[in-house]
């Protein structure tokens, strides 16, 4: 198995079954998603550099949130492009690795990010007196810093431990890209170890998580239901609203992909659910804090009437 290990230069992502007419369309969709999905984040991360009003800790983290966002359809959509455009489904064995540790990179780092999110609205709805105290530049940026170095880290031991396996046969995954649980069904090597790791951090990166900002949130709505002005509930209402929408589609398709037990029917739900994530999830984000929030509103007509009388 150590020598058959040596052969592997590349994988077979078997993705949907399509035909080339099929391949085609979707990879003008896909484009087009792709293409509104970078401008989107683009224009929210140009907005919260641009304008100082919004240079506060909830920007900050939204702007953390917007890399994120470009990063991981980035490391994801190039590929699958390409392999509809030219009609095959092949990944060399490197862009795989660099794939697995990209994607599971970011998909922990905007866990936490949101997490950090939740926990900066409980501070500005339940203490916000205190508020400029407590989230502190240096605080926001610890924050941060911490967020992606574990995220960064636990993507470094998945595929540590991916890297130990060996290979042997047809080396065909089912899926689009190279998602880490699938990857693994083609070594022919004891996986026990990454389903226990895989398992642990998708108990730590989803469940303490979530746990926390259901916390964060009662608290929240416990402290707007004592807030004497209409206008003030309906700002903080509109705020949290915004923040839950995001939360609510980010995990729940993570709990049902990672922790619910696998079966074969699962297998293309799966894909369809991480196609989905990949190329709506993105842009989730810009249009729920654009749309709905009136200060990113606010900043765009600022930036763009202050380019007009440029």
Not at 134 to 154: D, G, H, K, P, Y
Not at 248 to 270: C, H, N, T, W
Request: net charge positive; glycine share 4%.
């Amino acid at each position: 198995m150590e020598g058959n290990q040596s052969w592997i230069t590349e994988f077979i992502l078997v993705g949907f079954q399509l035909s080339e007419e099929m391949e085609l369309l979707l990879f003008v969709i896909f484009s087009l998603l792709y293409t509104f999905n970078l401008l989107a984040n683009g224009m929210i991360l140009g907005l919260i550099c641009l304008d100082p009003r919004l240079h506060t800790p909830m920007y900050y983290f939204l702007s953390h949130l917007a890399i994120i966002d470009m990063s991981y359809a980035s490391s994801n959509l190039p590929n699958l492009l390409a392999n509809l455009v030219k009609h095959r489904k092949t990944i060399s064995f490197v862009l795989c690795i660099m794939q697995m540790i990209f994607n599971l990179n970011f998909a922990s780092i905007e866990c936490l990010i949101l997490v950090v999110m939740s926990y900066d609205r409980y501070v500005a709805i339940c203490h916000p007196l205190q508020y400029t105290v407590i989230m502190n530049w240096r605080v926001c940026t610890v924050l941060a810093v911490a967020s992606w170095a574990c995220a960064f880290s636990m993507a470094l031991v998945q595929v540590s431990l991916f890297l130990r396996l060996p290979f042997c046969g047809p080396q065909k995954v089912n899926h689009f890209f190279c998602e880490i649980q699938s990857v693994l069904k083609v070594t022919c090597g004891e996986t026990w170890i990454n389903d226990i790791f895989l398992f642990a951090e998708g108990v730590f990166i989803l469940v303490g998580p979530l746990s926390l900002m259901l916390v964060s949130y009662v608290h929240i709505l416990w402290a707007i239901l004592k807030i004497q002005s209409k206008e003030g509930r309906k700002k903080a209402f509109s705020t949290c609203s915004s923040h839950l929408c995001v939360v609510g589609f980010y995990f729940g398709i993570a709990m049902v992909v990672y922790l619910v037990p696998e079966s074969s029917q699962r297998d293309e739900q799966k894909k369809i659910l991480f196609l989905f994530y990949t190329l709506f999830n993105p842009l989730l984000n810009p249009l729920v804090y654009s749309l709905r929030n009136a200060q990113v509103k606010a900043a765009f007509h600022r930036v763009f009437h202050k380019q007009r009388t440029m």
